[in-house]
């Protein structure tokens, strides 16, 4: 049986599926494409279960009051929800329409055959169409969460490889992402940041804000929030300019310099020992005391990585008109309806004065920029009522404001016994909230993670959030190993007062974690003579993640991985959250005589479970793992006490075209099977991976990330 | 104000604009040429990418009125009635984009590249494209589908 949350909360067929009067359909979900292709699996899902040609499906851009409200688009959630849904939904709809047409044609429903949308008896010539059926009325019935679906013997577009939906406009240039809207009257607006999250507007030029107005540019001000709007672009962003030129902002005590892991280690914080399933008991952490009395060999490791930015290539935007009463936003932001919330609790407005509908946008991975740039829009549209804004953030904006990715650390502690068998393991993980979405139920107030909230009149104090308590989540995403030690000793620590602001990143803790104990694995392997394909299997009972390890293995021998004079190889796994995909990857690098990794060949073995969409699987599986090289190799998000440094693509860099590993994706078949969200699942092992191949290349076990040249040259000379 | 005259696409434009204005911004709210995108304004992404006399070249810094009398060419002038080229066919055919931003500035590089050598080695097409940034990883299937483009079938 197929479960779905999202059915509970939006229980009609109407609420999912439309057939148009253009005779096309159009799916209705709360999740929105961010180049996961999510658009493509869910239409896929429909004209499976419909038997409708995938062409003729429309999915619909989520907006509020209009589409299924299902939070964000995270966690690798999409397909268990909407995709569920979907198939519930339209499975109710063909038994529906199977009735009407029964009925219609006078035949017995069960001579009743489907053929792209239209429906045949076997006892009579007779036919009729969905949409003649349908006649232009609604369903009004309930998605019947007991209705038998196709079995999966019978599907013949699930699994099969489509072009994605977009992709023909992606390739043409005639997609149009919120940064194209074009509204009539609309002005293009830029901001004028303050240095940094702390600095507060002292003085503005009013000479120059006389002169800009003149040439028609407008300037919305709202207490230190700055922002210039303009019919043309390029005035907008000349403005804006000669403004940051000549502001003052008063710096207060800037931003913290004390050493980053220093303070991971040392400032106040809140721990939590984590129970087998994963989630954090409210208790006292044990102490790691001294190692179990039979360990004969007893290691040490600790783990590192710096804060991590989100980013898009385009930087985020947001578009909104205000009329004196209602707001209307246009956002790329991964929920519209947490949004709207949002939006209407920092304005102090009715959620019903409050409109958000989502456009296309750069891509994302995580909660970046586009909920702040949505909010700054609708800051200058209050300024500016009854004209749409279009707000652009530039690079600097983008770089120097978005909520990044966590830094962390990792101490972890492994024992073996003579045989070499792990008999004690402990594994803590430090590092800030994930939890940075301006989402409603959670702790805190949404609109306070709105950044600007703190830049406006009466600002809002900085969220400060709680532990998250359920399995997986944050930092101790990944945190319990899948492998079945007999003893561990599980502890996260949120730790207070560090100095720059953080969201949901790709894999939240998940990426640190799994790098680290990855990492550690191999060198438990090493101390106790086995292989790290040998101890990976001899602790792992669950056989689908045996299996993707030994296909992984097989895939690299085949190919000599790691073979060749100077070329290291390493392997890493780790299944999603212990409940989502299973994921093996292979890394094959050579550290050349500039200490600079070049990559050479990847190897990807997962099991996601049932798959829908193949194509958009491993697009998935492999852009995760470059995203997560790019972080393991290049990414470090520079600052001192005046604020963010790294300000553009050059001090910021990240991995290139030069530097891309020939992919080898390998999908384990799982017809039938409950789906398993796939799109963080490579990111992990792909960390532990690289550390594990850096090692066999040069002997070196790096352990504090970015593994730039310096890094490499720094660990050579220690 | 300045006056001037662009070529886009096979056609002639008479722009009315500041002199300084760089030329995405005329190509994109002038012409409604959304296909050039702005990624940074610094030259540093390759969004904006365009072809300039059968070039890739960056539109987001240098001015359009600097381009009078050039043969400029956007994403939107590589296909007709939605008839791919062979770049973006090739594209099509591997699936090399993810959420897009990035790809109309890449599919414009290939197609440089692949105008002034129908058969470039894995070393050309990486140089080609250092200066293109995707975040969303599209790189493999990128790189498939050029190879794809540059072997054939085999």
Same mark, same amino acid.
């Given at each position: 049986m197929v479960i779905s949350p999202s059915i509970s909360s939006h229980p009609d067929v109407d609420q999912w599926i439309e057939f148009t009067p253009e005779g096309r359909l159009t799916v209705h979900t709360g999740k929105v494409d961010i180049g996961q292709r999510i658009s493509t699996a869910l239409a896929i899902i429909v004209a499976e279960e419909l038997d409708v040609n995938y062409d003729l499906i429309d999915v619909k851009r989520t907006e509020t009051g209009v589409d &299924?409200? /299902? %939070?964000?688009?995270?966690?690798?959630m999409s397909m268990q929800h909407s995709g569920s849904a979907l198939r519930l939904a339209s499975a109710t709809a063909r038994h529906f329409l199977l009735e009407r047409a029964a009925k219609k044609l006078d035949v017995n429903i069960d001579s009743l055959e489907i053929d792209n949308s239209l429906i045949q008896s076997r006892d009579s010539n007779e036919t009729v169409t969905y949409w003649e059926l349908m006649n232009g009325n609604k369903f009004g019935i309930k998605v019947n969460e007991e209705i038998e679906i196709k079995n999966f013997e019978n599907h013949k577009l699930v699994g099969e490889r489509v072009t994605a939906k977009n992709m023909t406009d992606i390739l043409t240039g005639e997609i149009r992402y919120l940064h194209d809207i074009e509204l009539p009257g609309m002005l293009h607006a830029r901001l004028v940041r303050p &240095? @940094?999250? +702390?600095a507060t507007l002292k003085g503005l030029d009013k000479k120059i804000i006389k002169r800009l107005d003149e040439g028609n540019v407008k300037i919305a001000k709202n207490g230190s929030f700055l922002a210039v709007a303009s019919s043309s672009e390029y005035s907008a962003i000349k403005a804006a300019r000669r403004i940051a030129s000549s502001v003052e902002w008063d710096l207060g005590d800037g931003i913290s310099s004390k050493d980053l892991y220093e303070a991971l280690s040392s400032n106040e914080r809140i721990s939590l020992p984590i129970a087998v399933g994963g989630a954090p008991e409210d208790a006292p952490v044990a102490p790691i005391g001294e190692p179990p009395a039979e360990a004969v060999i007893t290691i040490s490791s600790k783990f590192e990585k710096p804060y991590v930015m989100h980013g898009s290539i385009g930087p985020s935007a947001g578009c909104a008109i205000y009329d004196g009463k209602k707001l209307t936003i246009w956002s790329h932001n991964q929920g519209v309806y947490p949004l709207r919330n949002a939006v209407a609790e920092a304005l102090n407005m009715s959620t019903e004065d409050v409109h958000v509908i989502f456009e296309y946008g750069s891509g994302?991975?995580? @909660?970046? %920029?586009a909920d702040d740039a949505a909010f700054d829009a609708a800051l200058i549209a209050m300024e500016i009522p009854n004209t749409p804004i279009l707000l652009k953030w530039t690079r600097d904006d983008e770089h120097a404001w978005e909520p990044y990715g966590t830094a962390m650390s990792c101490e972890l502690r492994g024992s073996l016994d003579s045989e070499g068998n792990i008999i004690d393991w402990s594994h803590e993980s430090f590092g800030d909230t @994930?939890?940075?979405? &301006? !989402?409603? %139920? +959670?702790?805190?107030?949404? !609109? /306070?993670?709105? $950044?600007s909230t703190h830049l406006k009149e009466n600002p809002l104090n900085w969220p400060v959030m709680p532990p998250t308590m359920g399995p997986h989540v944050g930092i101790h995403r990944n945190l319990e190993p899948l492998y079945q030690f007999p003893k561990t000793r599980l502890v996260k620590h949120l730790v207070r007062d560090l100095p720059l602001r953080v969201s949901a990143l790709r894999t939240l803790g998940a990426f640190a974690n799994v790098s680290a104990l990855e990492s550690f694995i191999d060198e438990l392997a090493e101390a106790g003579g086995l292989s790290s394909i040998e101890l990976r299997l001899k602790y792992l009972v669950d056989e689908r993640a045996k299996t993707v390890i030994k296909e992984l293995d097989k895939k690299m021998k085949r190919d000599n991985a790691g073979m060749a004079e100077g070329i290291g190889s390493g392997i890493a796994f780790a299944q999603y959250k212990n409940s989502a995909a299973y994921c093996a990857v292979g890394i094959e690098l050579e550290v050349d005589e500039t200490a600079n990794v070049l990559l050479h060949r990847a190897w990807i073995v997962a099991d996601a479970g049932e798959v829908v969409d193949p194509n958009g699987l491993i697009a998935q599986l492999e852009g995760g793992l470059i995203q997560a090289a790019s972080w393991s190799l290049l990414e470090r998000v520079v600052y001192d006490s005046g604020g963010i440094t790294s300000r553009d693509w050059e001090s910021y860099p990240i991995l290139r075209f030069d530097n891309i590993p020939v992919i080898e994706t390998t999908l384990i078949e799982q017809k039938g099977k409950p789906f398993l969200g796939a799109g963080e699942a490579s990111s992990g092992p792909t960390g532990g991976a690289i550390i594990n191949a850096i090692y066999e290349a040069i002997g070196l076990r790096l352990r504090k990330m970015p593994f730039d040249a310096d890094a490499i040259r720094l660990a050579a000379m220690n | 104000m300045d006056t001037f005259n662009l070529n886009v696409n096979g056609t002639s434009h008479k722009i009315e604009e500041e002199s300084d204005t760089p030329l995405i911004f005329v190509l994109r709210n002038h012409l409604k040429l959304k296909g050039p995108k702005l990624g940074c304004g610094q030259e540093q992404c390759g969004a904006c990418v365009v072809l300039v006399n059968g070039e890739a070249e960056n539109?987001? $810094? +240098?001015?359009?009125? /600097?381009? /009078?009398g050039d043969e400029i060419i956007t994403v939107e002038g590589l296909s007709e009635n939605r008839k791919l080229s062979l770049v973006q066919q090739a594209f099509q055919n591997e699936g090399? !984009?993810?959420?897009?931003?990035c790809t109309s500035g890449i599919i414009v590089a290939t197609t440089a590249l692949f105008r002034e050598n129908p058969k470039p080695s894995d070393e050309e097409i990486k140089a080609a494209l250092y200066d293109h940034l995707c975040r969303c990883g599209s790189h493999s299937s990128v790189l498939k589908a050029i190879k794809f483009l540059r072997d054939g079938a085999n």
């Open positions: &299924p409200d /299902e %939070g964000f688009t995270s966690g690798s &240095p @940094h999250y +702390r994302c991975y995580g @909660h970046n %920029g @994930h939890m940075g979405r &301006p !989402a409603s %139920g +959670r702790a805190g107030s949404p !609109a /306070e993670k709105l $950044v | 539109s987001c $810094v +240098r001015a359009a009125s /600097e381009f /009078e090399a !984009a993810q959420c897009g931003y």
